[in-house]
């Protein structure tokens, strides 16, 4: 009886331990792809993403891509370092993954190269509500600048595809995600 018992308190402690190390590890991924992402250094966001996207996108073309979206047609983009205030869904075991949602806030500063005017910046301000999905947008008419801030949904999954280690996907269309991870995780995750 005393040896059941053992073994049974050895293996709940052993799983307690396997989850809090899979939510410190990730943690720890969700804070790189953060600092990562904000200080631009774009080859470790692609490592860390989701690898099952390259065979959407090549790996060089979104590094193209990323590159071209903080310099583009008459503006520039910088992402500002901020607290991510970081929430972390549950991490959910679906068949032979792990997955979990995980929200955090991102500051961005979009700076026109060409003066914006009062009745222009209202027009943008709400079309960048649209397009940014997030109501927190602000003009600076000094620095000709729309400070953007909005709450980012990314998904980790630690499975075969990723050799078990947690990676990410930013939270896209949903014909897209379901080809990534397949409709019943979305449903799992209340995607």
Known sequence: MKKHFLLIAFMVAS?????????QSLEATALSMYNNTVAGNYEAVANGTYPKIFEVLPKDKMMESLKNMLNGDGYSLMLLKADPKFEYGPIKKIGDGQYCLVKHDLVMKMTFKD?????ESKE???NFKKAMQTNDITFEAKSNSFIIKKRADVVFASDKITKNQWKYMNRAGGKLMEK???AEVLKQLGI
């Open 15 to 23: 799983t307690f331990t396997v989850v809090a190390q899979d939510k």
């Open 115 to 119: 003066p914006v005017g009062d009745p």
């Open 124 to 126: 943008m301000i709400e």
């Open 180 to 182: 990534m991870f397949g």
